[in-house]
């Protein structure tokens, strides 16, 4: 069965860390793009950032930009986001998505047909 399976996620002081971790099962292709959004109460969704699996420079939403980071396995199905100096900003659902894809460009993750059940993060000040 194809799907996206996470797992991490909870709750964390502000300047702490998290890391979420999002497997994509049954994807057979070698290569595909795969990434992390977000969603607040009230708030449209958020590119957190994406990654093409088969190699290139991942994308990070301003927001996040040196404080997340977005890694993957040698098999390219399975990608991390390691999360540093949380902010209470940071506080959303987290949503991990996939496509298989051929060539380089990604779109945005949450266009993805294949995401996951979402996980919550929160961040206290």
């Known amino acids: 069965e194809v799907k996206v399976v996470q797992s991490g996620g909870g709750s964390q002081q502000s300047g702490g860390s998290l890391k979420l971790s999002c497997e994509a099962w049954?994807?057979?292709?070698?290569?595909?793009?795969m990434g992390w959004f977000r969603q607040q109460p009230g708030k449209e969704r958020e590119e957190v950032a994406t990654?093409?699996?088969?190699?290139?420079?991942?994308r990070y939403a301003d927001s996040v930009k040196g404080r997340f980071t977005i890694s993957q396995n040698s098999a390219g199905n399975t990608v991390y986001l390691q999360m540093n100096s949380l902010k209470p900003e940071d506080t959303a659902m987290y949503y991990c998505?996939?496509?298989?894809?051929?060539?380089?460009?990604?779109?945005?993750?949450?266009?993805?047909?294949?995401r996951s059940q979402g996980t919550h993060v929160s961040v206290s000040s």
């Open positions: 990654v093409y699996t088969g190699g290139g420079v991942p």
């Open positions: 049954d994807f057979t292709f070698p290569t595909n793009c």
């Open positions: 998505a996939a496509e298989v894809k051929i060539e380089s460009s990604c779109r945005r993750p949450d266009e993805y047909n294949y």
